[in-house]
């Protein structure tokens, strides 16, 4: 995909005012985050440490899992509505999905290579690894991009605001809760301190009281402590050195 930055201009032009309802702009986030920590960790992995080994590629297994579930929410919930008054307009990218299931079935085979390989064939098979996962994070960082700009123009144009957040909405009820703690790790400590605030004072008015200290607990390690400050302060919370209890 050719990235021009005047396409990025005219499409921020184009759109005057107070920004519209953008689904992907969050989930977004963490997915470029989740996907270049994980490949920068593979890439940094000590394969003679059993330990490191391991867990690096759990993590690897674990982005993959993370990855095939998004391609099914979206196939569900955004595709669908998009189709429903624009029919069609999903194909491209959806046929785009479909390339993503096969390259996350290719790459969990060699993640299982990984792991039964003999130790002295481990530096060659993590290279490989770390290879293939390159490549599919650079084509799923341009795949977003024509999600966050084509994908959006079709929806800001069929459907209004409130719609949209009851799209999205039907979308986050599905998630199950294990996930849902998956994706506050790499959504929350990626966002903009304005962003992080909004999100977190909605879901402290909306969430019971045990589930949003779970929340805070999960992203605090994960944010420096000016970002911690600001975020308690944003809440109107009294900044603790310690985690929410």
């Known amino acids: 995909m050719k990235i021009d930055p005047r396409e990025i201009a005219e499409i921020a032009s184009a759109q005057p005012g107070a920004p519209r309802m953008d689904m992907y702009a969050g989930i977004h986030k963490a997915m470029r985050a989740f996907m270049a920590d994980t490949l920068l960790g593979l890439g940094r992995m000590d394969v003679d440490d059993d330990l490191e080994f391991a867990q690096a590629s759990e993590r690897v297994m674990q982005l993959l899992d993370f990855c095939r579930s998004h391609l099914h929410h979206e196939n569900a919930f955004v595709h669908r509505a998009m189709d429903a008054r624009a029919p069609g307009a999903s194909a491209a990218v959806e046929a785009e999905h479909a390339e993503h299931e096969q390259a996350i079935a290719a790459l969990s085979a060699s993640i299982v290579h990984l792991q039964a390989c003999a130790r002295v064939a481990r530096p060659a098979a993590a ?10 994070v650079a084509h799923n960082f341009e795949h977003m991009h024509q999600e966050e700009t084509v994908h959006n123009d079709v929806l800001w144009t069929h459907y209004s605001d409130e719609e949209l957040m009851g799209v999205h909405d039907a979308l986050v009820a599905s998630i199950p809760a294990g996930e849902m703690m998956v994706v506050v790790r790499w959504l929350v400590p990626f966002m903009a301190p304005a962003e992080r605030v909004a999100m977190l004072a909605d879901m402290r ?15 605090q390690p994960h944010l420096t402590q000016a970002e911690w400050g600001k975020l308690m302060r944003g809440l109107g919370m009294a900044p603790a050195p310690g985690l929410v209890h």
């Open 127 to 136: 290279q490989a690894l770390y290879r293939q996962l390159a490549l599919f």
């Open 205 to 219: 008015q909306h969430a019971p009281a045990p589930a949003f200290a779970a929340v805070l607990n999960t992203v």
